[in-house]
């Protein structure tokens, strides 16, 4: 037996009404038209657009605010993005204002219509009567604008703004977004971690043996820390709310040891050699990295 042959007589519109209710349109054409609208709202925003920010490391740390210029897609100023002078329209004549066509066809379960947006009008249900001579009827035109930026104060590496409405504009339609990503540029003496601050700061031999005070730069401005005597390389120093919104600072000391000394300074150091008894250990862990050099 064919499968016409089961279904033969059926009644599938008493089907569908159970399903869908009675009403005087038929229940998919219901359906169909739902989702085609849908998706007409869903096509009716502009494409969003991604630009890359170069900010420097202190405009990371505080904000700031930025004028970019990008090119994209704007609503035509002459006609307001409707692409009509004098915002004069028609009725389509291909949908009758509908802006949707119904298709029906004959199948072997019964009638079934189709329901599209109609590409004449692109679903407005209106023609323009007379183009906008500035846009030609596109009610767009592809124009640089200048956009101001708000940079938040801590900003990190990579984080993305999103600034509404300011992506590719299509006709008689929603603006897209314009995702901002930072790049912040590297700072010639500090590093960061979050919102700490990390400094390596130069001292020399006899400052790190005698004591002394040392004026540090921060990003607000310089603080005085205390050297205590013997301060060896590696040592790091805290200066408390004074990294990125109240983070911290680490400031770490490296003893330069001098490079050129005259005969006098060769003399002292001799005399303060012999003076000295201390015996320099090295850690088994230094020649195990030695030997794991060796061996690659």
Avoid at 110 to 127: I, L
Avoid at 141 to 158: F, H, L, M, S, Y
Avoid at 224 to 234: C, D, L, M, N, Y
Avoid at 256 to 272: D, M, S, V, Y
């Amino acid at each position: 037996m064919h499968l016409r042959d089961i279904f033969r007589g059926a009644d599938f519109s008493s089907v569908f009404e159970e399903i869908f209710g009675n009403s005087d349109s038929n229940g998919f054409d219901d359906i169909f038209s739902s989702f085609f609208s849908t998706s007409r709202r869903r096509r009716s925003k502009g494409n969003d657009l991604q630009y890359k920010l170069a900010i420097d490391f202190e405009e990371a740390a505080f904000g700031t605010e930025k004028s970019i210029n990008v090119k994209k897609y704007e609503h035509c100023n002459k006609c307001n993005g409707t692409g009509a002078k004098n915002e004069e329209y028609a009725k389509c004549h291909e949908c009758d204002g509908k802006g949707q066509i119904t298709r029906t066809q004959r199948t072997p379960f019964g009638m079934f219509s189709q329901t599209t947006y109609c590409s004449y009008c692109k679903g407005q249900g209106e023609v323009i009567k007379n183009p906008c001579n500035y846009c030609n009827g596109n009610g767009i035109i592809r124009a640089n604008k200048e956009i101001t930026v708000k940079v938040p104060a801590g900003i990190d590496q990579g984080q993305i703004l999103r600034v509404r409405s300011e992506g590719e504009s299509i006709k008689s339609g929603q603006s897209g977004d314009l995702y901002v990503v930072i790049d912040i540029r590297p700072h010639k003496i500090f590093e960061r971690d979050g919102n700490d601050i990390y400094l390596e700061m130069p001292i020399t031999f006899s400052q790190a043996t005698l004591s002394t005070e040392l004026e540090v730069p921060t990003l607000k401005g310089n603080s005085v820390i205390k050297i205590p005597e013997s301060t060896q390389t590696g040592t790091i120093f805290r200066l408390t709310g004074k990294g990125i919104n109240n983070g911290d600072q680490y400031v770490r000391i490296v003893v330069k040891t001098p490079t050129k000394i005259n005969a006098k300074q060769r003399k002292l150091f001799e005399e303060l050699g012999k003076e000295s008894n201390e015996k320099l250990k090295i850690s088994k862990g230094f020649f195990d990295k030695v030997k794991e050099v060796f061996k690659e």
